[in-house]
């Protein structure tokens, strides 16, 4: 299992090199994660040795099994950063489409003045996020935070198309 994770974090690594973005400071988080597990084990076995088993399980527990769960988190915020730019690039093909739906309805005579105003508050958000992925390095829980509230927004827009039009809308109409 640490060989997975430290194989993991050397095609991250890797990955990051032609990003970007600077990702820096979740690698070095992810890369400490990775280093608690082995001193941890290391640490667990040396207990052991010494006849405390006790012991052994309370460092793997307090130490090993809690980076596990941090690399997690690593992984998945990396993951996020990594793909950003592809889901910006998706985020704004679907604007034009609905953009192309607004203008169809309106023609109906349909009131969109609320889709409207969540399409400005969509594109503000990408704006946002598009922004955070400019600094360096990201910060990964605004990032994360943007990314969550502009989904928000995005169901948002959907409820309110389906709410106007009667249709069911989503990822697979668009």
Do not use: C
């Not at 040795?49 to 012991?55: H, V």
């Not at 592809?86 to 609320?114: G, P, W």
């Amino acid at each position: 299992m640490l060989k997975q994770q430290q194989t993991a974090l050397a095609r991250a690594q890797t990955r990051a090199k032609s990003m970007k973005i600077n990702v820096d400071s979740v690698l070095t988080g992810w890369q400490k994660s990775v280093d608690a597990i082995t001193q941890g084990i290391a640490d667990a076995g040396q207990a052991s040795q010494n006849n405390n088993p006790e012991d052994a399980m309370d460092i793997l527990k307090d130490r090993v099994f809690d980076s596990f769960h941090e690399i997690g988190d690593w992984q998945q915020t990396f993951s996020t950063i990594s793909n950003s730019q592809q889901m910006l690039k998706q985020a704004d093909r679907e604007l034009v489409k609905i953009d192309k739906q607004i203008a169809r309805l309106k023609k109906q005579k349909e009131d969109t003045a609320e889709l409207e105003s969540l399409m400005v508050e969509a594109r503000a958000k990408i704006a946002e996020i598009k922004h955070i992925l400019a600094q360096s390095p990201v910060d990964s829980e605004a990032l994360i935070r943007a990314i969550e509230e502009g989904q928000d927004i995005k169901e948002e827009i959907y409820a309110e198309l389906a709410e106007i039009t009667g249709q069911q809308y989503g990822q697979a109409h668009m």
